[in-house]
């Protein structure tokens, strides 16, 4: 094995480790808490991939944020994700995770109280300033389907290359 091949498979491992991702195959996510999991029984494995909800021992309260002028909601991208495939989006919303440096690029998850599980919580990449959890976002950036970042990590929505501004 090369030595790139070796640095991108150490990468992706990262990015499966903190970026908190969804299951390709298309399980259900669950929001976890701080507690730790239930054990896993035979007839239901625990989910190794959770979709991230808030980071631990953080509130972030997601009333009262205002849909972007000529934007979307989180649920609305997933929604039409077919029809804005490839286009600039604007969405607003509150930063709930971050991590900082992976795949040199700093990547944000985004929720404004619109969607369900699943579909409530957009994943962002920029190389701009990482904002912090709480803050309000203004992201705009094309909407990109089915992100595959390989060992089984992929994105149904994600903006990747956002230009991201705390407001």
Request: aromatic share 2%; glycine share 10%; proline share 5%.
């Amino acid at each position: 094995m090369s030595k790139a091949t070796r640095s991108s498979l150490l990468a992706l491992s990262l990015i499966a480790i903190l970026a908190g991702c969804s299951k390709k195959d298309g399980g259900t996510a669950e929001t976890k808490s701080a507690e730790a999991p239930p054990a896993a029984t035979a007839a239901q494995p625990a989910d190794p991939h959770p979709v991230p909800s808030v980071q631990p021992g953080t509130d972030v309260d997601l009333s009262g944020i205002a849909k972007a002028d000529g934007g979307k909601t989180v649920a609305e991208l997933y929604a039409e994700k077919d029809q804005l495939a490839g286009q600039k989006v604007a969405v607003r919303g509150k930063v709930v995770k971050t991590n900082a440096g992976i795949m040199d690029k700093n990547w944000i998850h985004v929720r404004d109280g619109s969607g369900a599980e699943g579909t409530n919580d957009l994943t962002v990449t920029t190389s701009g300033e990482l904002p912090k959890v709480g803050d309000t976002v203004l992201v705009t950036g094309a909407l990109t389907l089915n992100k595959d970042f390989g060992m089984g990590y992929q994105y149904p929505v994600i903006i990747e290359d956002a230009a991201v501004t705390v407001e």
